[in-house]
């Protein structure tokens, strides 16, 4: 059977809701008696609670409870973490103070107005000293951590460093820096929770991953995680902030209890600042080793960044660089430094984003220390297997990134001395990366469901953050089943349904993808069965080899016997016929290396007098398996790209180092791209067949489009300037 729906530009199923409003969103979730809460926060980086003062706030009219350190409920998994990608909460279970704007209180009241007032009347007395939030590498108290991200050790070596680095004939040895950065999403965190007595609990959550939300409540409040049940239909953006439960979930699940009525809480965009994680702070010291033609003889990656001191995450800055490149002598490590900072979080592509920017501006120093040109230099030594797994690729397509993304973009009009292209005022320089990203996969489920009309509800308890999964899904279960894709209904955003994983990692499409075709293609033989078992079938007794399905209907070999899926359902007399499937990470992809690539191409104007910097054009040509849907997917690439732009040019949390408070706490300080920083982008495509990665042949995209744009925009920038920045973001005092 021929795909009918996977492939084809399909609108998102779910934009009508969103366009006239009536998706509903955590907060905004109708309960009746409902209560507002509203976090009160600590003015101090480090120290203790001597006491808080809520004398004022519970005169406000309509407050309900203040709740401190000093009254709350003690919780029994307050100080547990289940796995090392959970968080510690700050719940108001002790006096500690470890970073600014920490959660000390929390003032519950009748209406938002009356608990945004009572918030501003609570006061608290410190016990306070001096905070430390500045990351400085070889710092006396920096450790090794055991992992980099979720898998993988911190730190790697294959071959001989100092026989590469004494070998060769040209060297970069340099420091990239990039900065602290804070998930904005167009929706802050913010949730609705609703107690049925005291150990059942429903959550209306902003998540990325409802049951990392509903496993973190039932070991904060000692209940069966059965007894938890989380909803989240609608995600406004996350991009990694929204992916693990938070202090304020605790929280308001903490306030709901107390008061015995449901109760609202949403962060204020100035408290996302501290409260939902950040993308940590690097430094970075790249090493490249050549030989005169260009061919990499060592290559050494060391990365420091922070983490809080009071738990653990680690930005894998290095991994990338153990695979991207034919090297036979590669060292990478990661180190941390605990410092009176929030706990750091993954951020749209952790690792590869911040990594690629100080491998891939490396890359471009040599080239044009060799006199090689940028791309000839990555030919030269591209890896034809994974040299630090020791693996062959399952697919890999990145030569045809370059060859197609240079056509397309015109690099051949590139120069390669500094400042020769100009027009006016205004340096113009060309710049280039390459981009990468895992094609991961997780075990989840799904359950297919057909009904009396001959329609499909497919159900399975995933997260759609934005990228289209209530719509690739819906055509992926279409395909198996030989429906038209309106006759399929998907279902997500609630622990009720199957389990799935977290919308994290450019996951879900392959995860939960591989779940709903299983159980639309066991659903598909429950049918045929049907048809083969009833008298009344044309198809009884058919051999079920070479049947049909297609437009809701089984068909015979010759296409002349033909059965609905409908009829075979009314004389079943069963309401609806259901199949449930599960699939795990196929054992096939332990034996390869799997990862999306891409290249990235980008022109950029330099203002000659003011150093202002302008992305006029940028391309991305991708390779990322089946394309489930080319305008979703272009949707994904195209937002990395924009991030990326951000990266380069704008985005940087500065911290108070007295304090340790963020002082760009809102859109006004802190700078993302709006339409007059976004040229019009363009996106390529590589058509990339997979056969292990997963069932559905996909590889994730979510996050490979923010990976090389960052470094190709700084060598765009030298290309046009002949100044080369290491230290992101590239501000106009630093090309003056």
């Excluded at 003889?297 to 995450?313: L, P």
């Excluded at 153990?322 to 979080?345: A, E, G, K, Q």
């Excluded at 500094?418 to 340096?427: M, N, Y």
């Excluded at 332990?590 to 203002?607: I, M, N, P, T, Y």
Aim: net charge neutral.
């Amino acid at each position: 059977m021929k795909d009918v729906s996977v492939g084809r530009a399909i609108d998102r199923v779910d934009a009508p809701l969103k366009v006239t409003g009536k998706a509903q969103y955590a907060a905004e979730i109708p309960v009746a008696n409902v209560a507002y809460a509203v976090i009160v926060t600590s003015t101090v980086a480090r120290g203790k609670v001597i006491g808080v003062d809520a004398g004022r706030a519970e005169k406000v009219a309509g407050v309900l409870r203040v709740i401190s350190a000093e009254n709350a409920p003690r919780l029994p998994g307050a100080k547990t973490k289940s796995d090392p990608i959970d968080r510690l909460l700050q719940v108001l279970q002790d006096d500690e103070i470890h970073y600014s704007d920490q959660p000390i209180a929390l003032v519950v009241a009748d209406t938002l107005e009356h608990a945004q007032e009572a918030a501003n009347l609570v006061s608290a007395r410190y016990a306070s000293s001096a905070p430390n939030v500045t990351l400085v590498a070889h710092a006396t108290d920096e450790y090794a951590p055991q992992k980099a991200g979720p898998a993988g050790a911190a730190a790697s070596k294959r071959g001989d460093l100092d026989g590469g680095l004494n070998g060769a004939a040209a060297r970069i040895d340099q420091i990239y820096t990039t900065p602290v950065q804070n998930h904005n999403p167009m929706e802050p965190h913010g949730l609705t929770v609703v107690w049925q007595g005291d150990d059942h609990v429903t959550l209306y959550d902003t998540s990325q991953g409802i049951f990392g939300v509903k496993k973190k409540v039932s070991e904060l409040f000692g209940i069966p995680a059965e007894n938890v049940r989380v909803i989240s239909r609608y995600v406004g953006g996350g991009f990694g902030c929204k992916g693990t439960p938070w202090s304020h979930i605790g929280l308001a699940s903490l306030a709901a209890r107390v008061v015995k009525r449901p109760v609202k809480l949403s962060l204020t965009r100035q408290q996302m600042f501290s409260l939902v994680g950040h993308r940590p702070p690097t430094i970075q010291r790249l090493v490249l080793a050549a030989d005169r033609s260009g061919k990499l003889c060592a290559i050494q990656h060391e990365s420091w960044s922070e983490t809080s001191r009071f738990d653990e995450f680690v930005e894998p800055a290095a991994v990338q660089t153990r695979m991207l490149y034919s090297c036979p002598n590669v060292v990478t490590s990661h180190r941390l430094l605990r410092l009176d900072v929030p706990t750091p979080t993954f951020m749209r592509a952790p690792g590869e984003a911040t990594g690629t920017f100080a491998l891939e501006s490396a890359m471009d120093e040599l080239a044009f220390a060799l006199k090689i040109d940028p791309i000839e230099l990555r030919l030269r030594n591209y890896a034809e297997r994974d040299e630090g797994e020791d693996k062959p690729w399952s697919s890999k397509s990145l030569r045809e990134c370059y060859r197609q993304g240079a056509a397309r973009f015109g690099w051949g009009r590139r120069r390669a001395e500094p400042r020769s292209q100009r027009d006016g005022h205004q340096l113009v320089g060309y710049g280039m990366a390459s981009a990468t990203y895992p094609a991961r996969q997780s075990g989840a489920s799904a359950v297919a469901r057909l009904r009396r009309d001959g329609s499909v509800l497919v159900q399975a308890g995933s997260q759609d953050i934005g990228t289209g999964t209530y719509t690739i899904m819906a055509q992926i279960a279409a395909d198996a089943l030989g429906l038209p894709v309106e006759r399929v209904q998907f279902e997500l955003g609630d622990t009720a349904l199957p389990e799935t994983p977290v919308s994290g990692g450019s996951q879900t499409a392959s995860s939960t993808g591989s779940a709903v075709k299983l159980a639309a293609l066991a659903l598909r033989e429950k049918l045929l069965g049907l048809a083969i078992a009833d008298p009344k079938s044309p198809l009884y007794g058919v051999d079920g080899h070479g049947v049909n399905f297609s437009a809701g209907e089984i068909a015979g070999v010759n296409g002349t016997k033909k059965d609905s899926f409908s009829a075979l359902l009314e004389r079943s007399g069963q309401p609806e016929l259901s199949a449930h499937a599960s699939t795990k990470e196929k054992e096939q992809r332990k034996k390869f290396s799997l990862h999306s690539f891409g290249a990235q191409f980008v022109e950029v104007r330099v203002d000659e007098d003011t150093g202002e910097v302008r992305v006029t054009r940028a391309l991305g040509a991708f390779a990322t398996g089946k394309i489930l849907n080319p305008k979703t997917a272009r949707s994904q690439f195209l937002g990395g790209m924009v991030w990326g732009i951000g990266f380069a040019l704008e985005e940087h949390t500065v911290r108070d180092p007295r304090t340790g408070r963020v002082v760009t706490r809102d859109l006004a300080d802190y700078h993302v791209p709006v339409h007059a920083d976004v040229p019009a982008l363009e996106v390529i495509t590589i058509s990339e067949e997979d056969p292990y990665v997963n069932e559905i042949g996909a590889k994730g995209i979510g996050e490979i489009g923010i990976t090389g744009i960052a470094a190709a925009i700084a060598n765009a920038v030298f290309n046009a300037t002949g100044k080369r920045v290491r230290d992101l973001p590239i501000t106009l005092d630093k090309l003056i």
